[in-house]
């Protein structure tokens, strides 16, 4: 059974980094195929993905938030990291880590091939 976790700080100020991490067990992140991701769900809306990081270590980003964003890997710990900068109220959101089992990407555009397993969410605000 895979397992996925979401940790980080509850509370960020405006114009900081949110840094989350998520902790894998039960798969390696290295396994062929996935594509180990970042979803969040602001308060009253639908769910946007905002990047992943490919089994290969390949990152891949929203177009909408690919200049805020960066999503690492430490393979030793299996975990997977996302960075968000300079962050306003309006990136206040429940954020998951999820797996996904394909991914069509091009810098405009992307196509997820669906997610078999989620971590619950951790929720993060963005306030002074």
């Known amino acids: 059974q895979v397992q996925l976790q979401e940790s980080g700080p509850g509370l960020v100020k405006p114009s900081q980094t949110l840094s989350l991490t998520c902790t894998v067990s039960?798969?390696?992140?290295?396994?062929?195929?996935?594509?180990w991701t970042w979803i969040r769900q602001p308060p009253g809306k639908g769910l946007e993905w905002m990047g992943a990081?490919?089994?290969?270590?390949?990152?891949y980003y929203s177009p909408s938030l690919k200049s805020r964003t960066s999503i690492s890997r430490d393979t030793s710990k299996n975990q997977f990291t996302l960075q968000l900068s300079s962050v306003t109220p309006e990136d206040t959101a429940v954020y998951y880590c999820a797996r996904d089992v394909g991914l069509l990407y091009s810098s405009s555009n992307y196509l997820n091939g669906g997610y078999d397993y989620w971590g619950q969410g951790t929720h993060s605000t963005v306030s002074a």
């Open positions: 039960g798969d390696s992140i290295t396994t062929n195929y996935y594509y």
């Open positions: 990081i490919a089994y290969s270590g390949t990152p």
